[in-house]
């Protein structure tokens, strides 16, 4: 007999004003909320299967198996729930080459949340969805909800009201992104411990979570209102508050290169020649360029045209974390 399938996929999502600092380490709450956008063509898709014969869950990543021990982490969560045990075979694949440096956790948690749930037949709520994703990991909270996404810092000690909500969908404000990739090498710090080394010794760090309430309330307002010119402002204003924390770190973190800068210039100067695009950068050396509806394809241009920055990638912004019907 064939077990039983379920397949989800999610899209990667990009934080315009972002999460960088926990609350609580074991049930991974953030220190303050985060705004973000959630990617159409950036997507996991993910697979899941129930199987009484494993000895411990398996994952296999784009053909490669893998270290399953976060993934058991959240699927150990998934069977307390649903008063089952049986261990699983999860299968995922990113559209995204995973070695360019981007995000694949948020997509990829938001993913297996959804199918797991499938598979130990758990009616879950959006938020209970969103809350198991983020024991994945924080950023993949947001990748259940699609278009424009609040994650809340929560104030409960259990962490049940550290969940994302959806704000505004795709089709309301159909932004776009352009990502230029300026190295494609695997980071040496990854976020979590990036986070953790800029808490332990950022000088900075307790002045960069006390911004972060504003900040959202600022990108809120600008979604809300369609307002591009304070959406641009915030984001690359909490984008360049969170670098400096790093920077500020002991030793420092440096995760931009030449090119990280010049596309970082390249942006600004577009913009004060009138066109829609504003710069975010997440824990690694991408610049991720968030364009005005019909703006995307000059962006694109421009930063291609940048001296090492070696490919880039466009997307809309898309929908949320959702079963796929099986083949
Ligand atoms: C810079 O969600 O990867 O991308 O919760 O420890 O898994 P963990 O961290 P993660 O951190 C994302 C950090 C960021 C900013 C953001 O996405 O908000």
Not at 195 to 209: D, G, K
Not at 222 to 239: I, T
């Amino acid at each position: 007999m064939s077990a039983k399938q379920f397949t989800a996929r999610a899209g990667a999502n990009i934080a315009l004003v972002k999460y960088w600092g926990k609350r609580n380490a074991r049930l991974n709450l953030p220190a303050a909320g985060s705004l973000s956008i959630t990617l159409a063509n950036l997507e996991t898709t993910t697979t899941v299967v129930r199987n009484p014969a494993l000895r411990s869950d398996e994952l296999v990543l784009n053909g490669r198996s893998q270290d399953a021990g976060r993934v058991t982490g959240v699927l150990d969560l998934m069977r307390v729930r649903a008063g089952r045990d049986g261990f699983c075979r999860v299968e995922s694949h990113n559209s995204f080459p995973t070695a360019a440096g981007l995000a694949s956790s948020a997509s990829g948690f938001a993913a297996l949340v959804v199918a797991a749930a499938a598979a130990f037949d758990l009616t879950l709520s959006p938020a209970r969805l969103s809350e198991l994703a983020r024991r994945g990991s924080g950023s993949a909270a947001r990748s259940i909800f699609g278009g424009f996404v609040e994650m809340s810092a929560g104030e409960r000690e259990d962490g049940s009201d550290a969940v994302a909500r959806p704000l505004l969908e795709a089709a309301g404000w159909p932004l776009e992104v352009v990502v230029a990739v300026t190295d494609s090498s695997p980071k040496a710090v990854d976020s979590r411990r990036g986070m953790n080394h800029t808490m332990a010794t950022s000088p900075y760090y307790p002045a960069w979570v006390d911004g972060v309430a504003a900040d959202v309330d600022v990108a809120r307002k600008a979604v809300a209102g369609r307002d591009f010119e304070s959406l641009a402002e915030v984001s690359e204003y909490s984008a360049l508050k969170m670098h400096a924390s790093m920077l500020a770190a002991r030793p420092g973190l440096i995760y931009w290169n030449g090119a990280t800068l010049s596309c970082m210039h390249a942006v600004r100067e577009l913009r004060a020649a009138g066109t829609g695009v504003f710069f975010t950068i997440d824990a690694g050396p991408q610049i991720k360029a968030v364009c005005l509806p019909g703006q995307g394809r000059q962006v694109a241009a421009k930063l291609r045209s940048i001296d090492g920055v070696q490919r880039v990638l466009t997307s809309s912004l898309g929908q949320g974390a959702r079963l796929v019907p099986e083949t």
